[in-house]
C-alpha cells in the first residue's frame, strides 16, 4: 500500500538530541506571548460563532474569546449550524457550529467544499461535481458535458465540453444548479437526474449566450437563487427557469460581485474594490466603509470582515472590533543550551524564521522569505528560502547562500518536499506531479539528492526510486532513522541504507498517511492521519504502536484524535501529545506502551510541533495562540521527580464497552476516592478508597455489566475534586 500525504504547507519537524531529564511534573504551560504574525486567510460564520483560518491555525470565536480547534480546516464553508472544510486531505463537516467535526467519505484528491443548499452538500475537483444528500455516506459525480454551438466563418458547430471552475451550486428537489465555465461560456447549467448533459439556463451578456462571462458565486437566499459574474448580478423567483438582471444599483466593476448569504442578508462584495452592498428586499444599499481594507468576508447574524489579525463586525448600524487579536501559529525549528534564559529559539511563521533571545517574549527575524523545510546537525543548519538554500552555522544568527540542487524547470516549485540531515550528509527529496487539460496526467517527477559538503554540490541518488504512470512516482515525505533514510513515495515507501546509493522498497506502515515520524528505543515510530506504526527491523515490517493510548473507538472522533496528536522528542523519551475528548495531555512511550503523564496542557490550545532545549525547557508551537513554554524538570543525582500536580486523565477507552483504564496522579500524598457516578448522580463504583503516595496512579473500572450511557468519574481529595465523562456503549 502507499501513504498519502498531507498538503505540503506542513514544515518538517526536527528535534535535537539532548541529556536526561524528569518527566513532566508540576510544571505550568506559560504564554510567551509571542511571536507576532497571526494572519486571516479564510471566515466561516455559522449561526452564533464564527471561524476564522489563521495561517496554519483553525479557531473559533465564541463568547469573546478565540479557541484553538484541534484540526487544521482549510477553505471552510457555513451556512445556518453546518460548516464544511478540507483537513489532512479529507473532507470534514459540523451541524453544531463547529463545535465537533466528523470526517465524511469523498471520492478523491483535490476536492474542496462548494455549499450546501436543500439538505444537499457539494464539492467540486478538477472537471466534476460531487452531491450528497445522506451526510457524506455515498457521494453523486456530475461529470456530464454540456453541448456548445458555436458560429464562425459562416457556419457553425455543435460540440461537446466539460464544465470547468465551478463556483456554486444549489439544489432544487434532485435537480443540481451549478455556476461554472464551458468552453469560454460563463454561466448557470442545470443537470436533473434524467439529464444527460448539462443545460444552460442563463448565460450573461445576451439571453443565452456571451463569451467571456466569469461567474462568480450562486447561492439561494430568500427563496429565490442568485448568480453573480463578472459582468453583473441575476436572480431567478422560480427555481431557475428564469432569470432577471438585477445589477441596478451595483457600482461598475471590472470585475463583478461575490455573494455572501446568511442571517444577516444577502450581500454583494465588488471583486478588489472592497465595496459592500446589501439586499433590501427591492434594491441594493450600500454598507459603510469597513475600518480596513483588502479583506476576507462572509456573513452570520452579522457580516464579518477579516483584516490581517482582527476580525470586525457589522450589524446593521456600525462596525465594531471583536475583542481579541489573532496569534501566531509558530513552528518550533532549534533551541540551544540556553533558551528560556539568555539562549535564542527559533520558530517559523509566515514565511519567516523568527528568534528569540529571552524565551520567546521578543522575537525578530532570523532568516526571511524561509518557507522550509529545515535541516539541523550539530554545529550547522540548513534552511529552503524562496531564493535557494541558505547555510548558518552559529544557530541563525548568520547565513550564507548555498547550492540547490537541479530538478526540471517544468516543476513548479524548486522547493523541496523533505529535506533532512543524515549521517554527516544533507538529503533534499522532491516531488510534483503536473497535470494538463481535463486532470490528465502530464508528469511523475521524484528526485533525491545527497550533500556532503553543505549544499555546495549535490549527487543525485535515483537508483531504485519507483515509477508511476508517467515518471518516477513523487516523493511526499521523508525520515532520518538510525541506518537508514526513510521515504514515502506515490507508489510505497522506499529506504536508503547507510552508505548506499541505491534505494530498497519496504512495506508501508498502516497509518494512512504520513504526517511525522520519530525514533525511540530503537523503534521507527511513524504518525499518520489513522494511527501510530512501529518497525524494529529498519522498516521491513510495521506494528501498530497505539497500545495504552485512549484512542476512541468510533472512527470519526478517532480521526479527530489522530489529526490533533503531535509527537515530541525529549529528554525523558519519545512524547505523544493528544487530545482524547479531555483537553490535551503528554503519553510518554515506554517499553512499546504509551504511558499517561497526569501534566496538563493549557485549555483551547492544539498544537503544530515541540521543541526542548539543553536546559529542559519545552517550546510549543500552538495553532494560532502563539508560542508557550514549560519546564520538563530538573535532573537530580536520583533522578528524582518534582512533586506531580494533582489530575485525572481521560477515561480510556471513550467510549467504552469493557473495561476502562483511569489514570490519575495525587500532588501529596493522603486519602483519595476514586468513583463512578449514573447520570442520575448515583454512585455505581467505587475505584479506589483509601491513603494513597503523592505520584501517578491508575484504577480499572470493569464496566462490562453497566448500562449505555453517560457515567462521570469523580477524583475526590483534600487538594480538590476533579471530573471525567465516559461513555458506555453497547
Request: charged share 10%.
Amino acid at each position: 500500500m502507499s501513504l498519502r500525504l498531507p498538503a505540503l504547507r506542513r514544515l518538517a519537524f526536527f528535534g535535537l538530541l539532548l541529556t536526561s531529564a524528569a518527566l513532566p511534573a508540576r510544571a505550568q504551560w506559560v504564554s510567551t506571548g509571542g511571536p507576532p504574525g497571526g494572519r486571516f486567510s479564510n471566515l466561516a460564520a455559522p449561526d452564533g460563532a464564527l471561524i476564522g483560518v489563521s495561517a496554519w491555525a483553525s479557531l473559533r470565536f465564541d463568547e469573546g474569546v478565540w479557541n484553538s480547534i484541534a484540526l487544521p480546516l482549510y477553505n471552510p464553508i457555513a451556512r445556518g449550524q453546518e460548516v464544511m472544510a478540507i483537513s489532512d486531505d479529507s473532507l470534514v463537516y459540523s451541524d453544531d457550529a463547529g463545535t465537533t467535526f466528523r470526517r465524511i467519505p469523498n471520492t478523491g484528491d483535490n476536492w474542496r467544499p462548494l455549499g450546501f443548499d436543500d439538505g444537499a452538500l457539494f464539492m467540486t475537483g478538477t472537471d466534476s461535481l460531487q452531491v450528497t444528500r445522506d451526510g457524506g455516506a455515498s457521494w453523486r459525480g456530475v461529470q456530464d458535458s454540456v453541448w456548445v454551438h458555436v458560429v464562425f466563418g459562416g457556419g457553425s458547430q455543435s460540440f461537446p465540453v466539460k464544465l470547468t471552475g465551478f463556483v456554486g451550486a444549489v439544489a432544487h428537489g434532485d435537480t443540481v444548479y451549478a455556476a461554472a465555465t464551458a468552453y469560454v461560456f460563463g454561466g448557470v447549467y442545470r443537470h436533473a437526474p434524467t439529464d444527460t448533459a448539462w443545460v444552460p439556463v442563463v448565460r450573461p451578456g445576451t439571453d443565452q449566450i456571451s463569451s467571456g462571462v466569469q461567474p462568480r458565486s450562486l447561492v439561494r437566499h430568500g427563496g429565490a437563487l442568485w448568480f453573480s459574474h463578472s459582468v453583473g448580478v441575476h436572480r431567478s423567483l422560480d427555481g431557475g427557469e428564469t432569470w432577471t438582471d438585477v445589477t441596478a444599483g451595483l457600482p461598475s466593476s471590472a470585475g463583478g460581485f461575490f455573494l455572501q448569504e446568511g442571517l444577516f442578508g444577502l450581500v454583494a462584495v465588488t471583486n478588489g474594490q472592497n465595496a459592500y452592498f446589501r439586499w433590501n428586499g427591492s434594491g441594493w444599499s450600500t454598507i459603510p466603509a469597513p475600518p480596513a481594507t483588502g479583506l476576507e468576508s462572509t456573513t452570520g447574524d452579522r457580516f464579518y470582515i477579516a483584516a490581517i489579525d482582527r476580525a470586525y463586525a457589522y450589524d446593521g448600524t456600525a462596525w465594531s472590533a471583536l475583542p481579541t487579536v489573532v496569534a501566531s501559529s509558530p513552528l518550533p525549528v532549534a533551541a540551544d543550551a540556553a533558551a528560556g534564559g539568555g539562549g535564542f529559539v527559533l520558530a517559523t511563521s509566515l514565511g519567516q524564521l523568527l528568534r528569540s533571545t529571552d524565551g520567546g517574549t521578543v522575537w525578530t527575524t532570523a532568516l526571511a522569505n524561509a518557507t522550509g523545510p529545515f535541516a539541523l546537525k550539530p554545529g550547522e543548519m540548513l534552511a529552503n528560502t524562496t531564493t535557494g538554500f541558505q547555510r548558518s552555522t552559529n544557530g541563525g544568527f548568520a547565513w550564507t547562500p548555498t547550492n540547490r540542487p537541479t530538478i526540471p524547470s517544468s516543476a513548479p516549485s524548486q522547493r523541496p518536499n523533505v529535506l533532512l540531515a543524515h549521517d554527516g550528509a544533507y538529503y533534499a527529496l522532491y516531488g510534483y506531479t503536473r497535470s494538463g487539460k481535463h486532470g490528465v496526467l502530464l508528469e511523475q517527477y521524484s528526485g533525491a539528492f545527497r550533500s556532503t559538503d553543505a549544499g555546495a554540490t549535490w549527487t543525485p541518488i535515483f537508483d531504485g526510486l519507483p515509477f508511476g504512470t508517467v515518471g518516477r512516482s513523487p516523493i511526499g515525505g521523508g525520515a532520518s532513522f538510525t541506518g537508514a533514510v526513510f521515504a514515502v513515495t506515490g507508489a510505497g515507501c522506499i529506504v536508503l541504507p547507510n552508505g548506499s546509493s541505491t534505494w530498497s522498497a519496504r512495506p508501508c506502515p498502516a497509518t494512512g498517511s504520513f504526517y511525522e515520524a520519530a525514533e525511540a528505543e530503537g523503534r521507527w515510530v511513524v504518525r499518520g492521519y489513522s494511527g501510530l506504526a512501529a518497525s524494529t527491523d529498519g522498516g521491513l515490517s510495521w506494528t501498530p504502536a497505539t497500545a495504552g493510548l485512549p484512542v476512541p473507538t468510533d472512527p470519526q472522533d478517532a480521526a479527530m484524535f489522530w489529526s490533533g496528536a503531535r509527537l515530541a522528542r525529549t529528554s525523558a523519551g519519545l512524547l505523544l501529545a493528544a487530545d482524547a475528548g479531555a483537553g490535551f495531555h503528554f503519553y510518554l512511550y515506554s517499553g512499546g506502551t504509551w504511558v499517561f503523564m497526569p501534566a496538563p496542557f493549557p485549555a483551547g490550545v492544539s498544537w503544530g510541533g515541540f521543541i526542548e532545549t539543553d536546559a529542559h525547557v519545552l517550546f510549543g508551537g500552538s495553532n494560532g495562540r502563539g508560542m508557550w513554554r514549560t519546564t520538563l524538570g530538573v535532573v537530580t543525582a536520583a533522578g528524582e521527580s518534582p512533586a506531580p500536580a494533582l489530575a485525572l486523565g481521560a477515561p480510556a477507552p471513550n467510549p467504552a464497552r469493557g473495561a476502562v483504564r483511569v489514570g490519575f496522579a495525587l500532588g501529596a500524598p493522603g486519602n483519595a476516592t476514586l468513583a463512578v457516578y449514573d447520570a442520575l448522580g448515583r454512585r455505581v463504583a467505587v475505584l479506589v478508597d483509601g491513603a494513597l503516595a503523592a505520584g501517578a496512579h491508575e484504577a480499572t473500572w470493569p464496566a462490562e455489566g453497566a448500562a449505555a450511557g453517560v457515567y462521570v468519574v469523580r477524583l475526590t481529595t483534600p487538594e480538590g475534586t476533579l471530573v471525567q465523562r465516559v461513555t458506555v456503549s453497547r
